[in-house]
């Protein structure tokens, strides 16, 4: 029989990248894991208690993440350490943290410490598939993480704070009739929503809905078909896209 340690591994093995559910949905989220007696966790559950659709597909990929759900949402003996309280849980919610997030506490001495753009630059590092946007969540739910775990003072995370939306100048006016043209990159603009998977750096990204991204935690072949896209893409940037040559690169050849 498979011991926890091993189970939690067995969990890990499709994890592409890290949660990045806000804060305040966290801790809905560890609150209502530690007042009910999850066996098996779908998102119908979530939205039950008020997660909207999306937030209650992030919250299941979360725990998938955590370990304490499998691939099927089957609850794992992980499960019943989140219902610990006290010190007690904050010392087993540190074990699960530092355990799925090892790439980062391998990558980094006291992670939970860096500057928030040095934080955001290491998820892209150690998770390649996620984009800016994505990263910058996904780092504030890790500290949110950190924070529950005992890890880091909550006075010291910085919530999300939305940037201001660009003015606009009105234009003069010409006729009694407003213009109704159309401007792709207006239509471009706001889609926060929208998953980017790098393929080269500033030429080159795959941009999908985040629902099929989403989607892709649960559903194996979506999973595979979206792996096999990006791999697919890559190969092509190899063939089509000329590599920039680096300074040290350049004063080899002379230039």
């Known amino acids: 029989m498979k011991n926890i340690e091993q189970q939690k591994e067995d969990t890990l093995i499709k994890k592409v990248s890290p949660p990045y559910l806000s804060a305040t949905k966290i801790e809905e989220l560890m609150r209502l894991v530690a007042n009910r007696n999850l066996t098996n966790v779908s998102a119908d559950i979530f939205e039950t208690y008020g997660f909207n659709a999306s937030d209650a597909i992030l919250a299941v990929t979360t725990l998938r993440f955590l370990g304490v759900i499998d691939n099927n949402g089957k609850a794992t003996d992980l499960m019943s350490k989140l219902r610990l309280t006290g010190e007690t849980g904050k010392k087993e919610l540190e074990k699960i943290v ?107 990204y795959i941009e999908i809905p985040e629902s099929i991204y989403k989607l892709s935690f649960l559903d194996d072949k979506l999973h595979n078909d979206l792996r096999m896209l990006v791999k697919e893409a890559r190969e092509f940037a190899d063939k089509h896209i000329p590599k920039e040559k680096t300074e040290d690169e350049g004063a080899d050849n002379g230039g």
């Open 98 to 204: 530092r355990s799925s997030y090892k790439k980062i506490f391998d990558a980094t001495d006291a992670p939970q410490n860096l500057p928030a753009d040095e934080l955001v630059n290491e998820m892209l590092v150690q998770y390649s598939n996620i984009s800016q946007n994505v990263a910058k969540s996904a780092s504030r739910a890790f500290l949110k993480f950190c924070v529950l775990a005992g890890l880091k003072e909550e006075s010291a995370v910085v919530t999300r704070k939305r940037s201001p939306k660009t003015e606009h100048k009105t234009q003069s006016i010409t006729s009694n009739k407003p213009k109704k043209t159309r401007n792709p990159q207006k239509e471009l603009e706001g889609r926060d929503f929208d998953f980017h998977i790098p393929v080269v750096e500033n030429k080159m």
